[in-house]
């Protein structure tokens, strides 16, 4: 028993399957989704063919509002409507409180080594090519990212971080090579929760100093980095936090006197459901910088809750001092998932069989295999 797949086919069907990931994976996961041409230019229109140079990559409508806001499911049907063919994708930065590490050829793999320095906790990653990878991490809505691109010598060999102002291509997508843009086995969405930035990659899509003196955290208690406090931040729980830690964190952040402490706390606030932006305002108002809570009470309810400080620098008798990266293994000591993820579990879970279930891509799927090419009709066979 076989059956042949028309190229029109095989472009609706992949069309569909990232409507459906784009409104019951993407979105509900609070992404704002955004539907991208065909990998090959078919059925894109004259004008968009001439001005798109990233063929599977450009969205097929504006984009420019979805930086502050995630579309509607009904939006993202009209999208589908009109363009059924779309890759899915989503924006970037505070809009979806994610970035990306995009990391392409060996070149820019040794550029992320030398950038990291080994720093890179467990997170969803996906191929995009043999050689191309995107490692995603979780971002503060509230707090502002840039872009940055490393580029190397060869064709298209560079490391981009890619924040506010960028987009990016997600599974189960179609690459112009013919593969499937695919999750890497057990770091998909429903495999573990979205990673918080680690400090290194703060540093860089904040714009600050990478250069820190030879010290520890503890004795930078008075003026932390914005990617350490974060990071701290991530460990203690607020699904149901009392009255009490929410005060103190409160207080802690504002004691640092800097100009990210209110955006951590109200992202850090914002997950629980007793949010509420106008009592968030106002305690905020009431705090004294010299209080007797400071950063410090912060640090020590993350230890708490499995948080180690990194140590920056070792001295070994007859070598110089050379940074360590931080040495938590997130496997064992990764904060809480959030409750907004938890919740969505379910529907990965039905998305994922949905999608392998499928005649065509499930198959291509298993078999880590991409799409046909538009000349070739496809046979499948019963025991595939």
Known sequence: MSSAWTDHEIRLRAGQACREAALTLYRPLGLAVTCCCDPDHVGVGRDHGKACKSP???????????????P?????????????????????????????????????????????????????????????????YAWPRTLPCKSTTQARPGDHNELRLMGNGSQTVLPPSR????????????????????????PWLVERLRGESTNQPAATLDAQADAPSCAHVMRALAY????????????????????????????????????????????????????????????GTLFHLAKQHGYV????????????????????QPSESSPPRPVYQRRQEARIARYKQQLYADP?????????????????RYEETSHV
């Open 309 to 328: 400080p990194p140590r920056l620098i070792v001295h070994t008798e007859g070598a110089e001092a050379r940074p360590v990266p931080d040495m938590i």
């Open 56 to 70: 599977g990559k450009a969205p097929m409508h504006p984009w420019k509002d979805l930086q502050t806001r995630l």
């Open 360 to 376: 065509f891509f499930g198959a291509a799927a298993r078999r880590g295999k991409g799409i046909p090419a538009a000349t070739v």
């Open 175 to 198: 690459h112009t090579s013919g593969r499937l843009y695919s999750w890497e086995p057990g770091y998909s969405p429903d495999d573990l929760p979205l990673t918080p930035a680690p």
């Open 72 to 136: 509607t499911a009904g939006e993202v049907h009209q999208w589908w409507k009109a363009f059924p063919y779309g890759n899915v994708g989503c924006v970037l930065g505070q809009a979806s409180g994610v970035v990306r590490v995009d990391v392409d050829g060996a070149e820019g793999e040794a550029v992320l080594a030398q950038w990291s320095g080994g720093d890179l906790p467990a997170t969803w990653i996906f191929r995009s090519s043999v050689a191309g990878r995107g490692l995603l």
């Open 236 to 295: 203690i729980p607020n699904d149901n936090a009392d009255y009490d830690t929410w005060l103190a964190i409160g207080m802690a952040l504002h004691s640092t006197g800097t100009s990210w402490a209110r955006s951590l706390w109200d992202t850090w606030s914002s997950v629980s459901a007793k949010y509420n932006e106008g009592k968030q305002h106002k305690s905020w108002q009431s705090f004294a910088r010299d209080g007797k809570v400071q950063i």
